[in-house]
């Protein structure tokens, strides 16, 4: 067997999943945008993020259909419209009701178009920030909601991945140790976790310690700069994320994501009052670009390690 043959074999772990985030071509997804699709994967997208929610209207077949023509991988998260009071960790019991069921909408939209997997800060709402100590029971009760949404989700074939964000949007999960301690909680193998490089960066010091934590149960990454604009160049360290990565023998999704600046206000909405994204399609290019070199770049270490 050959050093290529060996590199090739249970040395190297499968190739991950590219993608991008809709929100760095359309400010909402919609039946007008299906060329989209066309337009990441001949960028080399493998898998493309859709938003979804209560404002968010288009027809599921055509979408699907698409998608499927393009083998491109579709996934989802609760990016459009959200009602603060459906919320799986509130206090309220009822809010907590009404946040299941919501949830349980979108994993039904998410199964309609074939996406693999609903993604996000699920087991709370984004911009819900608790400035107290934590009251007694707030884990068990939200561990449970998730445990009924990921069994709800698992009879569609729908994964459940929770995105741990900054404590500026989020006091629930903010740490890969707090997002492995609900899910353990949670007691569901249709849970995982999806790190977001931005959110790490003002919650995290050691990246590569952060993705050991969470290791098999690792779904993906949310992949941009600390400002969220495209990977390199940034505080960032892509070196030691794609190590750990590789070490862990990661295969799933690289997911760029940003908002598109150039879309009237969308980006300011969203909370991104800098361009960092005028062009998506640029940022998709010059992103794969990158996260494909730095893969490469981490297999190098173990190319090297079979010649001798």
Not at 85 to 94: F, K, P, Q, T, Y
Not at 130 to 156: D, N, W
């Amino acid at each position: 067997m050959t050093a290529e043959d060996r590199l090739a074999t249970s040395d190297t772990p499968s190739k991950p999943r590219f993608g991008a985030h809709c929100y760095l071509f359309t400010a909402r997804w919609s039946d007008a945008g299906l060329d989209v699709l066309d337009q990441v994967r001949a960028l080399g997208a493998e898998s493309f993020e859709i938003a979804i929610g209560d404002d968010v209207e288009f027809n599921a077949a055509l979408t699907r259909r698409r998608a499927e023509e393009l083998g491109l991988q579709l996934t989802t998260g609760p990016g459009g419209l959200w009602p603060v009071d459906c919320d799986l960790s509130a206090d309220d019991a009822g809010q907590r009701r009404r946040g299941l069921a919501w949830h349980k909408r979108q994993v039904d939209a998410s199964a309609a178009i074939g996406a693999i997997a609903y993604t996000g800060a699920l087991y709370g709402h984004p911009g819900t920030v608790q400035r107290r100590i934590p009251p007694a029971g707030e884990y068990e009760r939200t561990a449970e909601g998730l445990h009924a949404l990921a069994q709800y989700a698992a009879a569609q074939g729908v994964q459940i991945v929770l995105e741990p964000m900054s404590h500026f949007r989020t006091h629930l999960v903010n740490t890969p140790e707090q997002g492995m301690r609900l899910i353990e909680m949670a007691g569901h193998p249709n849970l995982r976790i999806l790190l977001d490089t931005y959110h790490m960066v003002t919650e995290v010091r050691d990246f590569a310690a952060a993705i050991r934590t969470v290791r098999d149960r690792l779904w993906g990454l949310h992949a941009c700069e600390n400002d969220r604009g495209v990977p390199g160049g940034g505080l960032v360290p892509w070196a030691a994320v794609f190590g750990a990565l590789r070490e862990i023998g990661f295969s799933g999704y690289l997911v760029l994501e940003a908002y598109n600046s150039s879309l009237g206000d969308f980006a300011y909405r969203r909370g991104m009052f800098h361009n960092v994204c005028p062009d998506g399609a640029a940022f998709v290019r010059q992103g794969l670009g990158f996260l494909r070199e730095q893969w490469a770049n981490s297999l190098a270490p173990a190319a090297a390690a079979t010649k001798h």
